[in-house]
């Protein structure tokens, strides 16, 4: 009986190595636990370090486009400056612009910033369009070979096409050319040419080509040649004038020059605006004095002309009325200057604005930006006239088809003195409004844009990209 106890008893109790097996099972459910928390643990962590992260690119993406708006502030002031940024600490801001560089390509300021914060840096760059009077001459329609002009310096812009275009420079005045249609260059240019169509090639071409379309080469490119480049061309203003409505008012539609400067002068405020609700013309008065005798031209540019000019033509004001002051002259019809005029010394600057049309006469002399949301045109036949600073005009006044007044004469853009007319002018002249009579000579002036450059419309600035870049460059 006994016995029989005693092995019930032992079956009842589990055996030692029974009782001992829960142990390994704890000991990995614990060990599970623990990894799973480690694992849980870290990525919180790792979520916190992203976040942190996030956060320090945001701020050094915020701080490189900074840097963009610091160098533009700077440009719009100047926009001859080039000195770009270094290092750069904003006070209450974690981090820093490391620095902003600045380029001029022919048709754009290009500006890469670059930042920093903490570790994590960011780079900007942006393309801005270079105002239009930081070029010596910029037309919304075409240049061809109608036009005479010399550029002596200073970068050239059509919207429309540049036909039969034939530069010749000096080694050192090196120009750049951009047309937003078709480009045909004869000659040698020593800077780079730039189509937004295509760029035909039958010269030389010392610098880049650069086409959205097809370069046809008849002739030689040293620089790099680039097509079918996507290509954005500034806008042309519509009303350039609007924003200096609300200067002193101009009540008559003529004054001399010496009532002109009498009204800067009066004005309390840099610059000076003056404002004509209409058309608005400019004589010498008794500045150069005017004298009606009979202006019997015989219309020679070499040629056979008789042209029997008989008007009762002023002498207009061929010796420069040195003007001023910082003056901003608008009108919103068109603006005639029958006179020559130029800045006194270093620090005068007058920039004329007009609503429609801008008409000069020959053998005048003018020193300033000259801005015309119409058509640019120059009267007397034979008499060179110059400019020197800007121009910026929707049209460059065209030949009169029905007139031999410039017919055969050199119609070259050049760079040089020597562009002497060899055409035949028969002196028929047809009264076009719209014309450029004689040669027309611009030089461009980066002292008086940079003086007129903080006053001018901002609308001129135009940003044509923006976008994150790689951090090497």
Same mark, same amino acid.
């Given at each position: #009986? ?13 055996? &030692? ?7 390994? +099972?704890? #000991? ?10 480690? /694992? ?14 996030? +956060?320090?690119? %945001? ?15 700077? $440009? ?11 290092? !750069? ?11 902003? %560089? ?6 754009? @300021? ?17 393309? $801005? ?5 930081? *070029? ?15 550029? %002596? ?15 010749? *420079? ?5 120009? =750049? +050319? ?9 000659? !040698? ?11 035909? +090639? ?14 046809? =080469? ?19 203003? /519509? ?23 009498? #009204? ?15 058309? $608005? ?21 070499? /040629? ?18 040195? @003007? ?20 006194? !010394? ?23 930006? *000259? ?30 088809? =029905? ?40 030089? @461009? ?6 003086? $007129? ?10 940003? &044509? ?9």
């Amino acid at each position: #009986m006994f016995k029989n106890e005693t092995n019930r008893a032992r079956k009842l109790l589990p055996p &030692l190595s029974r009782r001992g097996s829960a142990l390994p +099972v704890v #000991m990995l459910v614990i060990l599970v636990l623990s990894l799973l928390g480690a /694992g849980l643990l870290s990525l919180t962590q790792g979520e916190g370090r992203g976040a942190a992260n996030d +956060v320090q690119i %945001n701020q050094a993406t915020y701080l490189a486009e900074a840097g963009i708006n610091l160098a533009l502030a700077n $440009l719009r002031r100047d926009p001859g400056w080039r000195d770009g940024l270094g290092q !750069t600490p904003l006070t209450g801001v974690q981090g820093y612009i490391q620095g902003v %560089n600045i380029s001029q390509q022919v048709l754009s @300021y290009r500006l890469r910033s670059l930042a920093r914060v903490g570790e994590v840096q960011r780079a900007v760059e942006v393309d $801005l369009a270079r105002p239009l009077y930081t *070029f010596a001459l910029a037309t919304a329609g075409d240049l061809d070979k109608h036009d005479q002009l010399i550029i %002596n310096g200073g970068d050239i812009l059509a919207l429309g096409n540049i036909n039969n275009l034939r530069v010749i *420079f000096n080694e050192d005045n090196i120009i =750049n +050319v951009a047309a937003g249609g078709n480009l045909a260059v004869n000659g !040698t240019l020593q800077g780079s040419a730039v189509a937004g169509g295509d760029l035909y +090639v039958n010269g030389t071409i010392k610098g880049d080509a650069t086409a959205g379309g097809v370069i046809y =080469n008849n002739g030689k490119i040293y620089g790099n040649k680039y097509e079918g480049v996507s290509l954005t061309f500034p806008s042309f203003p /519509g009303h350039p004038e609007a924003p200096y409505a609300s200067g002193a008012l101009l009540e008559q539609d003529t004054y001399t020059v010496a009532a002109i400067q009498a #009204m800067v002068n009066d004005t309390d405020r840099t610059p000076a605006i003056l404002y004509r609700q209409g058309d $608005l013309t400019i004589t010498a008065g008794d500045a150069d004095g005017n004298s009606n005798g009979n202006d019997n031209g015989n219309g020679n540019g070499n /040629g056979n002309g008789n042209g029997n000019g008989n008007g009762n033509g002023n002498n207009h004001g061929t010796t420069p009325y040195s @003007y001023n002051g910082i003056a901003i002259i608008a009108a919103s019809g068109s603006i005639t200057l029958d006179t020559s005029l130029l800045p006194a !010394t270093g620090g005068n600057a007058w920039a004329f604005i007009a609503g429609g049309d801008l008409n000069i006469s020959g053998g005048t002399n003018l020193g300033g930006v *000259f801005i015309a949301a119409g058509t640019f045109s120059k009267g007397d036949r034979g008499k060179e006239s110059t400019i020197n600073g800007s121009l910026v005009t929707r049209y460059i006044g065209a030949s009169d088809k =029905n007139s031999n007044d410039t017919s055969g004469s050199n119609r070259e853009i050049q760079g040089n003195k020597h562009n002497n007319g060899n055409g035949q002018e028969n002196g028929k002249d047809k009264g076009n409004d719209h014309e450029i009579k004689g040669k027309l000579r611009i030089s @461009y002036n980066q002292d008086l844009v940079r003086f $007129l450059a903080p006053y001018l419309s901002k609308d001129n600035w135009q940003i &044509l990209s923006w976008q994150e870049a790689s951090l090497a460059q």
